[in-house]
């Protein structure tokens, strides 16, 4: 949207508890979207050398230095008067070079006197591509979450709404409570938006400036207000409440999808969008367990390629002829549940199949206070309120002996592809985005643009090494933390794919009498000390991808000089994005750090996504490690196929979410 659009809109536009601004979806031709996909994925990176929109981030860097000294010579009286000036001269010039940049480099003195660091030129540099819209790639540990204060306050000084979204809880509290002092000197008001906040204290936080949150709150919190507004949420029903028709709904909570700055936006906008957001009311099991109980009865007697085929990469089982034959003949036993027709009880056997072969505790889900709780696999963390569909879920519950949840009726459910289009200005920043250009270009029409390191990068990589088997490589990890951690005295941070590995590996170091902490989704209570402590000399950190992303790990006294954070990577992640940022932990701000990969020839993401490779490797190298390049070529080829099987569901999500949309609206229903 633009400037003239975002600053005209009224205070009364932006108010809590009345149907609110947000952009109408249109769902692009196909046309439209192609053409979008060659703008950002070719043309865009081709005219990279010209770099259009760093020249205006380059004059504000510029403008700001050369207003440093007058800036330093105001007291803070005299600052407050500035920024209301500013304020103005920002809303007349529609956010123009010169106000932002003396805007910025207030900014800039204000935190170095309320938060003691001073934004770097680079921060500065980012702001200014985030205020206008754009993915700012920033290298990890540059500091994203300071530079995105400038955009922040400058958007919410000229009264827009600002919702910062970062991944989970823990980021969103810990941002809030660091970012406030410098908020507050310019009377903004900030908060956090975590799980354990009620609707009215959720509706407190949005009707300040600026609200931190996850984007799953967040999401969750829009479908909520779209479910309450019910049919008023229709273009029409808004225009009608401007005119004055309407009463305000107290049931809402925010007040409009205005501005939105998206952090990790890599994570939010791709990884996590593969399924979508769904709101579910619970019905009693009732009659269900029954069948879930027969089902995964009959399920166990099955064998896998004589009556059902697996397909694990997908991942994805079906019964194949023999299978559905056995499940037809079951039907006319005395076991077989009442009242079940045959296309019900195929299904159910399909899911029973499903959580029996499929799904695996500690993996793809924990048990936690007799709950089945799914673990997001990108970010290794509990996705708590999110369950599987179709009754999968409770065969899950049942398969492990836990209580049946009740089945779910979908209120409400969203993608993050269309809930986030659906924000008058959006912006990200993230240190990993170059892969996925294109489709953030295509999907959220977000222009990705890099911005220079503040120092360059001391990191250092070891050669990455593959054992044959994972005893070879635990063996192997074991190995270096003992030379890095103990002979060394280096932190150590060990990144694994699943809470199963992250045990193992704990195990075997508590057995070699190595101390270490770890933190996965089990013990996530725990993160903030962990983390807090994992810098320090000697410090031995197991952690699964809770630790993978935007967690700063600032290293303890005399740490520097024995060589910085050593990051181990044990298995390569389905997207390379995942490892950098892995590796990012490390060498963060010019600090010394370094990285190396310890994976096996076995591991999964081989074994799924290159089986052929993988397996002829494994005959071929009989024990001994592949060469570099043969290493490099199967961790291409698997990780390759693995996206492209997952951007071809988020393809698919996408478009059973409009189909569903277009139903819902049809039968006069909002979401
Ligand atoms: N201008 C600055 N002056 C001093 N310290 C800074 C500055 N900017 C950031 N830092 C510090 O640098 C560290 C890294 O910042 P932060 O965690 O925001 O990085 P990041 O870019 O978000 O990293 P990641 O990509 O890993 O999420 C933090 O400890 C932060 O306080």
């Excluded at 030129?121 to 300071?146: C, I, N, R, V, Y």
């Excluded at 910062?164 to 969103?172: G, H, K, P, R």
């Excluded at 996504?609 to 290493?631: I, V």
Aim: aromatic fraction near 6%; hydrophobic fraction near 45%; proline fraction near 4%.
């Amino acid at each position: 949207m633009s400037e003239a659009l975002l600053l005209r809109l009224r205070p009364r536009d932006l108010a809590s508890g009345r149907p609110y601004a947000e952009r109408d979806e249109r769902t692009p031709a196909w046309h439209d979207e192609f053409a979008l996909g060659l703008w950002h994925g070719w043309v865009r990176p081709a005219l990279r050398p010209l770099d259009i929109a760093g020249a205006g981030a380059r004059k504000v860097v510029r403008l700001a230095r050369a207003l440093e000294v007058e800036m330093a010579a105001l007291d803070e009286q005299q600052l407050r008067q500035r920024a209301a000036l500013l304020r103005h001269a920002m809303r007349r010039s529609r956010f123009g070079v010169d106000a932002v940049a003396a805007f910025f480099a207030l900014v800039r003195e204000v935190a170095g006197r309320v938060l003691g660091k001073r934004h770097y030129d680079s921060q500065l540099h980012a702001g200014w591509l985030l205020l206008h819209g754009s993915l700012a790639e920033m290298a990890t540990g540059e500091g994203k979450t300071f530079a995105a204060t400038l955009p922040v306050c400058a958007a919410a000084l000229v009264g827009l709404p600002v919702h910062v979204v970062t991944v989970n809880d823990y980021l969103a509290a810990r941002d809030a409570e660091a970012m406030a002092p410098l908020y507050a000197f310019f009377g903004l008001r900030c908060g956090a938006i975590v799980h354990e906040l009620t609707r009215a204290q959720r509706r407190e936080v949005y009707a300040g400036d600026i609200a931190y949150c996850s984007n799953k709150e967040l999401t969750f919190d829009y479908l909520r207000d779209r479910t309450a507004l019910g049919d008023r949420a229709s273009p029409l029903h808004r225009a009608l409440a401007e005119g004055g028709g309407m009463s305000d709904n107290p049931a809402t909570v925010l007040r409009g999808l205005t501005f939105a700055l998206v952090d990790e936006a890599d994570s939010v906008f791709i990884d996590e969008a593969r399924t979508p957001l769904i709101l579910s009311a619970s019905l009693p099991p009732g009659a269900r367990g029954a069948l879930v109980d027969w089902a995964l009865a009959f399920a166990r007697g099955l064998q896998p390629a004589r009556d059902f085929d697996l397909e694990p990469a997908q991942p994805r089982v079906r019964l194949n002829d023999t299978g559905r034959a056995a499940v037809e003949a079951a039907l006319d036993s005395a076991a077989a549940p009442p009242d079940v027709g045959l296309r019900a009880c195929t299904e159910a056997v399909t899911q029973a199949l499903a959580a029996l072969w499929l799904y695996r505790r500690d993996q793809q889900y924990v048990v936690v206070d007799g709950k089945v709780q799914i673990v997001d696999e990108s970010t290794g963390r509990v996705m708590a309120d999110r369950a599987w569909e179709r009754g999968l879920h409770q065969m899950i519950e049942a398969k492990e002996g836990l209580v049946l949840s009740g089945e779910r009726v979908t209120l409400a459910r969203i993608t993050y592809q269309r809930f986030f289009r659906r924000y008058l200005r959006l912006a990200g920043m993230t240190g990993t985005a170059t892969e996925v250009a294109a489709e953030i270009g295509r999907v959220y029409g977000l222009p990705v643009a890099r911005v220079p390191l503040h120092r360059p990068s001391l990191a250092l990589r070891a050669r990455p090494r593959c054992l044959p088997d994972a005893d070879a490589r635990w063996a192997a990890v074991l190995a270096s933390v003992q030379a890095q951690a103990q002979q060394q005295g280096r932190p150590v941070l060990v990144g694994t794919r699943t809470v199963q590995s992250s045990e193992h590996l704990s195990a075997l170091l508590a057995a070699a009498g190595i101390e270490h902490v770890v933190l996965n989704a089990k013990h996530d209570r725990v993160e903030a000390e962990v983390i807090a402590r994992a810098g320090g000399s000697g410090v031995v950190t197991v952690a699964t991808n809770m630790a993978g992303r935007g967690t700063d790990i600032a290293l303890g006294e005399g740490v520097a000089g024995r060589g910085g954070l050593h990051v181990i990577l044990t298995e390569f992640h389905d997207s390379a994005r995942i490892d950098r940022q892995l590796f990012g932990r490390a060498a963060r701000q010019g600090d010394p750090g370094s990285g190396e990969a310890i994976v096996a020839l076995d591991d999964e993401l081989f074994r799924l996504h290159a089986p052929l490779l993988s397996a002829l490797l494994q005959r071929l190298l009989a024990g001994r490690e592949p060469h570099a390049a043969l290493l490099w070529l199967l961790r291409r080829a698997a990780q390759s196929s693995a996206e492209s099987r997952h951007r071809a569901a988020r393809a698919a999500s996408l478009k059973q979410d409009r189909r569903l949309a277009a139903m819902l609206s049809f039968s006069g229903r909002g979401e």
